[in-house]
């Protein structure tokens, strides 16, 4: 059975699919890169609940910066929501982004151990 998280655009912010959540694109807001971080985090950890896992199923994601700077900031804010060494793989880019105000999206795959 495949359950999609809707979001009011034409993407799913979550795809469970057997074991496999595939994470759409996360974005937060905020004046602030540390701000606009947090913020997704807290989105990311609604979309997992949704489908009944946290933050500790995550196992990949890709990270896309639109400014490499940010870079520092992000590896501090990423031991606030994982336990050391137990973080997720990771791959991390700059792009451009269309809203001119987003600094940075987050996507990737979760593992649901109970998966219907």
């Known amino acids: 059975m495949i359950k999609h ?5 034409s993407y799913s912010s ?14 937060g807001f ?33 990270v896309y910066l639109k400014h490499i700077a940010d870079l520092p900031e992000m590896e501090k804010v990423f031991c606030d929501y994982f336990e050391t ?10 792009t451009a982004f269309i809203d001119s105000d987003c600094l940075l999206m987050i996507d990737g795959i979760a593992y649901n ?3 219907q």
Do not use: W
């Open 5 to 9: 998280i809707p979001t009011p655009y």
């Open 14 to 27: 979550a795809v469970v699919a057997g074991e496999n959540v595939f994470l759409g694109l996360h974005r």
């Open 30 to 62: 905020g004046e602030t890169f540390t701000q606009q971080i947090h913020d997704t985090f807290e989105h990311l950890k609604k979309t997992l609940s949704q489908c009944n896992i946290s933050l500790e199923h995550v196992v990949k994601v890709n």
């Open 85 to 94: 060494d137990r973080f997720p793989a990771r791959m991390t880019t700059t």
């Open 113 to 115: 151990p109970i998966s």
